[in-house]
C-alpha cells in the first residue's frame, strides 16, 4: 500500500510553470515522492528482471520500425495495472490540472512507459511530437535510477527552441532517481548519451483533445 501523496503544485509548480513559459524545459531534481519513487523502481526493475519490456520503436503507429542506430532503448506502457502505476497516474493527474491552470494548455489525456537503456543504451537527438500532428503537447521524464553520477553516462542533453545540433546545448542533465524533466513537446530537441549501466526511467506526454471536424470531442 503507497501512503497518500503530498499535493503537486506547491512551490515547484511555479517554477515549472514558469520556466515552461520562458525557455520551454524545467528540470526539478528530487520531485517525485520519494515513496512513489521506490514502488516504480521497484516495478520497473521487476519488469525488466521478468523480460516484459519490449525494444522500442521510431515514428508513428503507421512507419513504426525498430531501429537501433537511433535508440536503444526497452519499453512498456504503464496501463495502471499496479498500486505504483495508480499513484503515479494520480501524481501525474495532478500536474496537469495544476499547468492547465498556471498555463492554459488544454492538457487532456496522458500516457505513459517505463522505459530501460540498456549498458550502451542512447536516444539520438529529437522532438517528441511528430510535425503535422499536434498530439503531444507536454512531455515529462521522471528518472528512478539510483545513485547516479555524472561517470555513469545517460545524460539528457537539451537544447533551446530552434537550435540545431551544432548549436550549444541548454543543458546537461544527470539522470537522478526522482528528478523529473518538463519539456514542451513540438518544440525542445533532446538526446540521451549512451549510458554505461542501467538507466531507468518513465517517460509521459499530455495530449490535448484531438478535434474532430475542428470540434473537441464532449468530455461527458
Ligand atoms: C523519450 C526521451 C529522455 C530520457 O523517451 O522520448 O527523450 O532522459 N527520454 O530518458
Ligand atoms: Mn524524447
Redo the contacts with the bound molecule.
Keep these: 500500500m503507497i501512503a497518500p501523496l503530498p499535493p503537486t503544485g506547491d512551490n515547484r509548480l511555479g517554477c515549472v510553470a514558469e520556466d515552461l513559459a520562458s525557455k520551454g524545459w524545467s528540470w526539478q531534481p528530487g520531485l517525485l515522492p520519494e515513496a512513489l519513487l521506490t514502488a516504480l523502481r521497484n516495478e520497473i526493475q521487476a519488469l525488466d528482471a521478468d523480460a516484459v519490456l519490449a525494444p522500442a520503436g521510431i515514428g508513428r503507429d503507421d512507419a513504426f520500425q525498430v531501429d537501433r542506430s537511433i535508440r536503444k532503448?526497452r519499453i512498456t506502457w504503464l496501463s495502471g495495472a499496479s498500486p505504483a502505476q495508480i499513484a503515479f497516474a494520480d501524481w501525474a493527474e495532478g500536474w496537469r490540472e495544476s499547468l492547465n491552470r498556471a498555463l492554459l494548455l488544454g492538457l487532456f489525456e496522458f500516457e505513459a512507459c517505463y522505459?530501460v537503456?540498456p549498458e550502451g543504451g542512447f536516444?539520438d537527438r529529437?522532438l517528441?511530437s511528430f510535425e503535422g500532428a499536434r498530439n503531444r503537447i507536454v512531455?515529462i521524464?521522471v528518472?528512478l535510477n539510483e545513485d547516479w553520477g555524472p561517470e555513469d553516462g545517460?545524460a539528457?542533453v537539451v537544447w533551446p527552441e530552434g537550435a540545431a545540433a551544432s548549436d550549444a546545448p541548454a543543458a546537461c542533465?544527470v539522470?537522478e532517481g526522482g528528478g523529473v524533466?518538463f519539456m514542451l513537446s513540438e518544440t525542445i530537441p533532446?538526446?540521451?548519451q549512451p549510458t554505461t549501466r542501467l538507466?531507468f526511467?518513465i517517460?509521459g506526454w499530455w495530449r490535448v483533445n484531438p478535434a474532430i471536424d475542428g470540434r473537441a470531442i464532449p468530455i461527458d
Design positions: 532503448t522505459a537503456y536516444y529529437h517528441d512531455s521524464v528518472y545517460g539528457l542533465i539522470p524533466v533532446h538526446e540521451v538507466r526511467g517517460a
